[in-house]
């Protein structure tokens, strides 16, 4: 692709580039630029020697990165293989998983749970004594009614940063499983989990908004480096599609949404109810754009084309709306719940300080709604096949959600604690999510890498390895490029952008001329990087050099050169490797016959592993037992990577076609073996009720299939210029005879019907038809049952059959000749009857023939479905109950959407709402928002005792995670859902 050239171009001269500035350093002897380049923090990009190299030194680490990722999709050592769900092995490594993060169970931010124990907050309005957690003693009587509230801090808090990190982690690990293992039985529940992400950037965002009031166009331009910086790039490099991985244009459609909401009148924010007004508008806006069929989705993305492309089968217009809509209220229910948090936070904690009696009742009163909606989607919707529940995920996915907060929050003692294992996954799920395309899995996630061919366990721990290592590169890389070129001045953010841009399309205008001149080669985009690195590495000495060596480099400590050489290279084609998961090309039908029959044991999972890569055996091998299975020997050409197919390839490969077989019972035989692949399990199975003699046809899978019988060539002619015809010309016809002609047919007779044979058949070839012939399968002689076929059908007869018909040129006329001896000639014994074969004979014939029409049925692309419209997915109904329940958690002001509002009237004696005052007046004196009118907000100024943090958001990164510039305070971290925010209740 043009775009790979042109990132080969690019990131090469930066690598050049960046290898003459070490040289230089070196050999000077002045290393404080080599230095810098590894301080862990990063400092915004200033013209300087050491600056340069800093950012030449990244760029060439992450250019190395892309190109190892070209290499996996492109040209990796071994074929890649290909998909295969093992149920057992899949629930072992969950199971696993959790039992090994058990023994990374910490106290979350590394603090003593709820140290601060003798202290409580007394506010009036209660009439029970405050008493300590964790069995301090109670505080002393008082004389007038006190409620308690049981302390907090940031790390102890629902949802603390600790916390979303480990729900992230093995949300992410399950995600990948299921694509690593296509372990579509789990898919609704990974329909879930990412709702629960969308759901975080909802809650995430509104928290930072809310708490840092910053709408500014740095903040907005951070966001939008953090979220699509590494996918601008493999669409670049790898040349693929940005609605491949719609992970990205989904959070950042919904980071739009929630800053538009946010910024928009942004003072009714801090009005108790202006701020709810406001969101319930939104909430309409999302009712009328995707519950109701009113053509607004249409018009507001108008630009959106309707033509097939990668990730898009029926144009990004469709796609769009079908991501978008699986989780359209997500993002708005986290808003909410963000809005609700700290009454949400204030209401546990008070909750907390009751009697034990009194806090376990009230707990379980909020939880047995909860648990009672949980059990009815479990039961009803959850069950759904795959396209039901897509209809539906979007009005359920928050039952689960919200049932799953409240129980890991249920207690302080859960909240306190989080596995760090998990903790270090969820670090880099946009990362982890973006690489599993290309270097876990490959073939846009369709294959798998393979490096360690015939050992498929050993090859899946050393490939996550290595798709693990390269994932955290990544995640650190991007947020220290952004450190040095997205800092907090916009400006500098803007020349940053449009230096990217002018480097970008400067690389491909010279990738575009190199393929109009028809050059391009690994060599000449070597010369072109090596001639772009050497000018920018001139430049750049010229214009710094001396002032970095007279007046030295503030950004370098001086100290001994590191011995290490910038990583880096050409992300350019290589010249061998097996060569992308593609359609094979014509010039595999040499190879295509040329496989053998390999007996396995299927209990032992090393044989297993030899014939899945060594012969391309798929299917299901998880029966213990031996078997024989057919295989391909390895051509010497890599493109051609031969493998059985399943019936979904087979779909899709043939979806809206046709294929006609025309022929004796062998060539029936193939084509029932095509039914069985298609779903129809039955096919050929033996039944008196069906005429031998007949012809047949299905509709299996969308896709129709026809058999005419046809055993005589002269047969064979008239059906054949039948078929062509017809008004719709077949994707493919397949055909076979020859046998009957040696019982029943006079020689001359059989030379005019195959003379007449070849010419309908060449007729089919210039009307661009396809047809493949079948040479006859093996005779077993002993086996013959009639004294006529014993004299005339043995196999040397048959071999002179299959010699008359390639020397008149029936083979030659053929696009494809499906060699029936190259399968069954190992298993002539199992011929029951001399000519015919158990059905898994003509399952191997069939799985040569399925590998043909890679090159013989070009790929369609279907017009779009006219049912697959914007607004088919809409749902007036479930759509007004989702309005409903917003305006309840809105209006209501609590974050369970009901559940919990008469709990707290009975328990504490104040609805969630009349809590707002108090739980907001802290949160708003610690950032310096608009003070919180109300009684409650007085006597927290008043009765001002304790220090307690509560965090508003758990999504905000470490400072040490963030590699903000040096100059910079750490910022809120723009992280896959990013932003977590404390408050301090006092």
Known sequence: ATSSVAAAILFGSVGVACAGMYVRCNVAGDVRAINAAYNPRASPLTFSYASVYTLFHHITVFGAILLFAYMAEFHPPYPHSEKSYDRDQFFFLTFLLIFAACFTVRRNGGVTFLKDKDKVKKVKGGNEAAKLVDGAPPSPPSREPVSATAPASPHNDVLSRDQTEEWKGWMQFMFLLYHYYHAEEVYNSIRIMITCYVWMTGFGNFSFFYLKQDYSAVRVLQMLWRLNFLVFFLCLSQGTTYILYYICPLHTFFFGMVYVSMSTMRSLNYSKYGLRIKLACLAFFIFLTWDVDTGLFQLLHFFLGRTPQLGAGVGVMWEWYFRSTLDHWSTFLGMIFAANFPITSLLGRRLEALPPAQHFIAKAAIGAPLLVASYYWATGPFLQGKFDYNATNCYYGFVPLITYIYFRNIHPTLRSYSLNMLHEIGKTTLETYLMQHHIWLTSNAKSLLTLVPGWPKVNFLVVTAIYFFVSRRLYKLTLYLRGMLMPDNVGTCLRSLAAILGAVMASYCAAVTLDFTGVVSLISICVVAVCGGTALHIYIHTKTWKTHVSKGSPEAAAGEALPRLPSGGLPAAALGGAGKVAALPKECGDFANDGQWVQVNTCNEFQRGVVQIDYGVRGDLSDCGGRS?????????????????????????????????????????????????????????????????????????????????????????????????????????????????????????????????????????????????????????????????????????????????????????????????????????????????????????????????????????????????????????????????????????????????LVSKIFLGQTPSELYAEALAPVHEKHGLPAVAGEAAAVFKKNNETDEDVEMSGLLLKDNDCLVPDHTKPTPSLSEEPLRKETRAH
Not at 680 to 702: F, Q
Not at 766 to 792: C, F, H, M, Y
Not at 807 to 828: E, H, I, M, N, Y
């Open 629 to 901: 299975v057919w295989g391909w020997n390895v051509p010497d050409d890599k493109r051609c990577r031969f493998v059985q197919r399943n019936a979904k390839s087979v779909k899709t490969a043939l979806a809206g076609g046709q294929v006609v077989f025309v022929g004796d019972s062998l060539t029936r035989n193939v084509y029932h073996a095509l039914c069985r692949v298609l779903g129809d399990t039955g096919a050929g199975a033996y039944s008196t009720d069906v005429e031998p003699h007949t012809d047949i046809t299905k509709e299996l899978a969308g896709v129709h299939l026809e058999f005419r019988w046809a055993p005589l060539a002269s047969e064979q002619a008239t059906r054949l210029a039948e078929v062509l015809k017809q008004r719709a010309a077949p994707d493919a016809i397949v055909m076979g005879g020859g046998l009957w002609d040696t019982l029943h047919s006079e020689k001359d007779i059989h030379e005019a019907g195959i003379k007449n044979l070849i010419k309908e058949m060449r007729a089919a070839d210039k009307a661009g038809v396809p047809v493949v012939w079948q040479v006859p399968t093996t005779i077993n002689d002993p086996a013959l049952n009639s004294e006529k076929k014993r004299g005339n059908m043995t196999e040397r007869e048959v071999q002179k059959v299959r010699d008359i018909y390639k020397a008149k040129g029936v083979l030659s006329s053929a696009r494809f000749v499906l060699d029936g001896p190259s399968f069954t000639s190992k298993r002539a014994a199992e011929s029951y009857d001399g000519v015919h074969y158990p059905a898994y004979v003509y399952d191997a014939g069939v799985q040569i023939l399925l590998n043909a029409f890679d090159w013989l049925v070009p790929e369609k692309y279907l017009p779009p479905n006219s049912q697959n419209e914007p607004g088919k997915n809409a749902n007036v109904f479930l759509g007004a109950m989702m309005l409903a329940l917003s305006f309840v958690g809105l209006f209501f002001f609590d974050g369970y959407f009901g559940a919990s509002v």
